[in-house]
Every structure is written in C-alpha cells, then in structure tokens.
C-alpha cells in the first residue's frame, strides 16, 4: 500500500529509513542499496522507540523527521519517544504526540490514495515534492536470488511460468468480526482442473494448517520468503485470492489476479494495479459460478496472449 510513497521519496534522493514489521525486510531486501537501513518493530512501544533510537544515534540522524502511516496510537507514541517529530492523521487522540497532526481526508478513497495523501502533505512541510497523484503500478522491486528460488521451486513442482494456477484460500486476521475468506476453493479447484493447468497454492508455514482446512486436496507448494512468493504471483497464469497480503503482494508485481471480498470494500482496500479483478463486496461475496466463470474467462484471454 506505501509503496508509491517510497518510490517518489526515492526519487527525490530523500534519506530513507524504514521502521516496519520483521516481514519488511525480506519484502524490501531489493530496496537494501537505496536505504539508510530497515528498524525492525515488533509491536512492543518502550523496547522499539529503544530500537530506533540507538539507530539513530549510530548514524547520526539527530534532525530526522517521522512520518507515520498506521494511524494508532502507540505507533506515535513509538516515534515520540524516540525522539521525533512526526507527521501523522489525527486517531484516537494522538494529535498531542505529532508535530505534524494531518486531519484524514473526508473524500472516500483507496488505501493507497489515503495513505499517500498523508506524505505528499507531510512532504510540503519538509520541503519535499511529491507527484500529486500516487503512480497507478506498484512495481515492487524483487532481488535476483528471489527470483532464482521462486524459479527453483517452481522447476521442482513441475510447473511452468504461464502455466499454472495459484489459489491462496487462507485471509489473517478478522474485520468487524467477520472472516476474510472465501468458502469455495476446494469446489473452485474441482471446477478448474477439467482446464489441464496445474493448480496449487504455497500458504507460509504458520498458515499451512489452515490452508488444508479451506482446501485439503489442493496441492501445497513448500512455503517461500515473502519475496518469492512475489515472484510465484508473477509467474502464474492466474492468482485467486482474498482481500489478503496475497492480493496485494500479487497486485505489487504485476500479476493477473482475482481478489474475492465479502466482508472488506474492494474501492477501499481492492488490489492497486491495472490488471487486476475483483468479485464481490462489502457484505456480498461472490458465488461459486460467478467466480468459476470469471476465472475461465481470465484464463482464457491469458491463454491467447501466451499463444
């Protein structure tokens, strides 16, 4: 979702630091050369504003500026007290922490339109200019050794770039109570093997489990780093996935996918490419022939294309 910002930041040669979850440092780990350095954050306030502290105090970052995209409080307490000034939406009362306290737009938008609606305003304050609009491609850059191991893995399943199918049936996490996934993939998988394209789905290992419950006959590819599966999604003929990380791993590289939403808005948090598709939306998922149709037809087109 931020990735435009920090495509137009580094094309403004800013000085980058990005503090994030361990699972951004292999996402990222192409983007290693461009950066100051990755600050990992595990979800604890006192210990990760110690983290990134100490990182700037050895390599003399005394004048950085903070700019905070989750929008919870204990994020900007994080950056508060490791001692910076930051820019921020208003949420949940913590205007107090932000030196740059920005008010969330009132327009709906997608995520990523909102998120780097947030830097270009911070931006103006530090003297730093962003396009207007964020680029419409999230063109995540991907390491040569991820492409080799996608490429590895792929060679030993038997599978062919173009030619095969990926499912991701697993969604984590819940929204306003409700589960992100779709009941169907072991009926969709049955409906498309008449197609005679391999059909698999490579789940990270903690999710492995549950992908045998949506889907116990769909074949599982062993669990990759997060930025070969990118590469994974980009080889496929087809992803079909949730409103999930894999929606939004498959739209950062390019790759035809069918996203399926239920419980989420696909105008809010939908895939961020062009050559992406939807089914379905906020309190409506999609039925077994709408998506069995949608994704012969997807098939289809990228099949003639290939051809």
Known sequence: MCLPILHALLQQRARIVVCARPWAKNLLSAYAPQLEGIVIMEGKTVADATRVRQFRQQHGHSAAYGLILPDSLSSALVFKLAGLRCAGYRDEGRAILLKWPEHKPEAPMHAVEFW??????????????????PARTLALQLRPDAEALCLQTMHESGLESGRFVLLAPTAKGIHKGQIKTWASYEQLYAALIPLGLPIVMCPPA?????????????????????????????????????????????????????????????????????????????GKWPTLDEVVQASQALLNAHEKVVV
């Open 206 to 282: 903690n999710e492995v489990d549950a992908a045998h419950q949506q889907a116990p006959t769909i074949p599982i590819l062993p669990a990759l780093p997060l930025d070969s599966f990118a590469a994974l999604c980009q080889h496929a003929a087809l992803v079909v996935c949730n409103d999930s990380g894999v929606s939004h791993l498959a739209a950062a590289v390019g790759a035809q996918q069918l996203s399926l939403f239920g419980v989420t808005s696909p105008s809010r948090t939908g895939p961020w490419s062009p050559v992406a598709h939807t089914l379905g939306e906020q």
């Open 116 to 133: 780097y609606n947030l830097a270009r305003r911070a931006c103006q304050q530090w003297q730093i200019t962003l396009p207007e609009q």
